[in-house]
């Protein structure tokens, strides 16, 4: 694997005494998915935050693409190909899929009509946006209502959404949360997929589709990065089991 896409140098973050982020240093390579666990509170929220530029750190920094973004806001690092999902859900429910995914690469969430409509005639940004949907499997349902699609499509128009904005790496947060036995399969094999387009760094707690999915894992308690490693290594780790997974792995 190449020079990583994405990286962390001793990312501290203090909440009054309480120490969120403890010195993380983790980095996302090209091709991976690296996923991030750890017990709650453990501090991935946070770490998540400051990668993406909603939260700034104590100390220490965030690298992309090469490039120093420590000081960069959220909407600069997304300009560049940061693409952050699922934290909340940013699409607009009565709005049809194929708007959804229009406004996406327009970047103008939020924009009065008369910009969607001048969008809808461009024919640029409707190829790139029926391309992303193409990608995820919703081309069946570009003119559904998007409140009408199950959580897992709606999880898949919102890496549409990303995909129009052409990323350089995912950050997701908690993709299967709320979804079922089903929708997390379903999702698992996509996000499988994906990984070729841009490397994924997932906070995940569904452990079956982390074991399925990842190409390393890194462990957070107490805010400090214990292991990092392939699943074997991680499942081995007595750190690890004593600290986080137990008796479930
Ligand atoms: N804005 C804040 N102010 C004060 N303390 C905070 C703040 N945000 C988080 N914390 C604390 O920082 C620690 C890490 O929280 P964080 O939400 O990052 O953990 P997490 O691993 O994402 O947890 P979960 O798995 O439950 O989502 C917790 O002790 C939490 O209470």
Redesign the pocket.
């Known amino acids: 694997m190449g020079e990583a896409i994405l990286k962390t140098h001793n990312l501290t973050?203090d909440?009054?005494a309480?120490r969120?982020?403890d010195a993380v240093s983790i980095d996302l390579r090209p091709g991976e998915i690296h996923a991030i666990i750890?017990?709650?509170?453990?501090?991935?929220?946070?770490?998540?935050?400051q990668i993406c530029g909603s939260?700034t750190p104590s100390a220490g920094s965030v690298e992309f693409l090469g490039q120093d973004v420590t000081r960069k806001t959220t909407r600069a690092r997304a300009g560049m190909g940061l693409a952050r999902t699922f934290q909340i859900s940013a699409l607009a429910m009565e709005d049809s899929v194929l708007q959804n995914a229009l406004l996406g690469a327009l970047g103008a969430h939020g924009s009065p009509w008369r910009f969607w409509r001048a969008a809808m005639g461009d024919r640029d940004l409707r190829d790139r946006a029926e391309a992303a949907l193409a990608r995820v499997g919703l081309q069946d349902a570009m003119y559904q209502r998007t409140g009408a699609l199950s959580h897992g499509q709606r999880r898949q128009l919102e890496v549409a959404v990303a995909l129009t904005l052409e990323p350089r790496a995912f950050v997701m947060d908690?993709p299967m949360a709320g979804l079922g036995a089903q929708g997390s399969k379903t999702l698992t094999g996509f996000l499988d997929s994906l990984r070729e387009q841009a490397p994924i760094l997932l906070?995940e707690?569904d452990m079956d589709a982390v074991f399925a999915l990842a190409d390393r894992i890194s462990v957070?308690v107490y805010?400090k990065i214990i292991a990092t490693g392939t699943v074997d290594e991680i499942r081995r780790d007595p750190a690890v089991q004593e600290a986080y997974l137990g008796a479930e792995a």
């Open positions: 973050k909440f009054g309480l969120a982020s750890g017990p709650n509170g453990a501090g991935k929220s946070t770490l998540i935050a939260l908690e906070v707690h957070l805010g």
